[in-house]
C-alpha cells in the first residue's frame, strides 16, 4: 500500500461569497492523476476531534442545483460548519458514485423510467458504489488528523476509512435535505444503501 499518493499540492486563500474565507488545497494523485481538492477553515482547534467532512464531486447538484439529490445542501451544510467550528472538507473528484458524469446521466435516464438509483447503475453493468477513500485517507494522516468527527450519513464512509488507516473516527449525522423530486433517491439511500437518518 502506498503510504502517500499524493504526487503534488498547491494552496491558495479562497474567500467565498456565502460562507466567509478559507484555505483550499489542489492535490494531484501519483497513481492515476486524479485531482481534488481540500477546503480547510483554520485554524484546528486541537483539544476537540476534528470536523471532516467528505464530499464527492457532484456536477448536477453543486454547480448546477439539482434536486435529485442532496448534495449541494450537505455541501452548503458542510461548509457553514466549518465556518463556524473550523475543520476541513476534502472534495473527491469521484462523481456519480465513481461512475462518472456520463454514465450518471444515463442512469438518471433510467430512473425516469422507473428504476432506482441502486438498480439504475445495476442496469447499466456499472457499480453501485465505486468510491475509494484511501486518497482521504493519505490527506487526514499527512495533516496529523487521526482523531475525527466524520459529517456523514454515510456508514461506509466511516468503513472505507476504517480500513485504509488507523483513525479513531466519530461519525456524525448530517439533517436530511428533502424535497420532491429527491424523495424516492433519498428512500433508496436508506433502504438499499443503509444511510443512517
Given at each position: ?62 454547480i ?17 460548519r ?15 458514485r465513481?461512475?462518472?458524469i ?9 430512473q425516469?423510467?422507473g ?48 480500513t485504509?488507516?488507523e483513525?479513531?473516527i466519530?461519525?456524525?449525522a ?24
Amino acid at each position: 500500500m502506498i503510504k502517500n499518493n499524493i504526487l503534488n499540492s498547491v494552496v491558495a486563500n479562497l474567500p467565498t461569497l456565502h460562507y466567509g474565507d478559507f484555505e483550499v488545497t489542489a492535490i494531484k494523485e501519483i497513481e492515476n492523476g486524479k485531482e481534488h481538492l481540500i477546503i480547510s477553515k483554520l485554524p484546528l482547534d486541537n483539544t476537540k476531534p476534528c470536523l471532516v467532512r467528505i464530499h464527492s464531486s457532484c456536477m448536477t447538484g453543486d454547480i448546477f442545483g439539482s434536486l435529485r439529490c442532496d448534495c449541494r445542501e450537505q455541501l452548503h451544510y458542510s461548509l457553514n460548519r466549518l465556518q463556524e467550528e473550523g475543520g476541513i472538507l476534502i472534495y473527491l473528484n469521484q462523481e456519480g458514485r465513481g461512475i462518472g458524469i456520463f454514465n450518471k446521466i444515463q442512469a438518471y435516464a433510467l430512473q425516469e423510467q422507473g428504476f432506482d438509483t441502486v438498480k439504475a447503475n445495476e442496469q447499466l453493468g456499472l457499480p453501485v458504489d465505486s468510491r475509494e477513500y484511501l486518497i482521504a485517507a493519505d490527506i487526514l494522516r499527512q495533516r496529523g488528523i487521526m482523531h475525527f468527527r466524520l459529517l456523514t450519513n454515510n456508514p461506509h464512509k466511516v468503513s472505507g476509512l476504517s480500513t485504509v488507516g488507523e483513525f479513531t473516527i466519530a461519525q456524525e449525522a448530517m439533517p436530511v435535505f428533502l424535497n420532491a423530486h429527491n424523495k424516492q433517491y433519498l428512500k433508496t439511500k436508506k433502504d438499499k444503501l443503509n444511510h443512517q437518518f
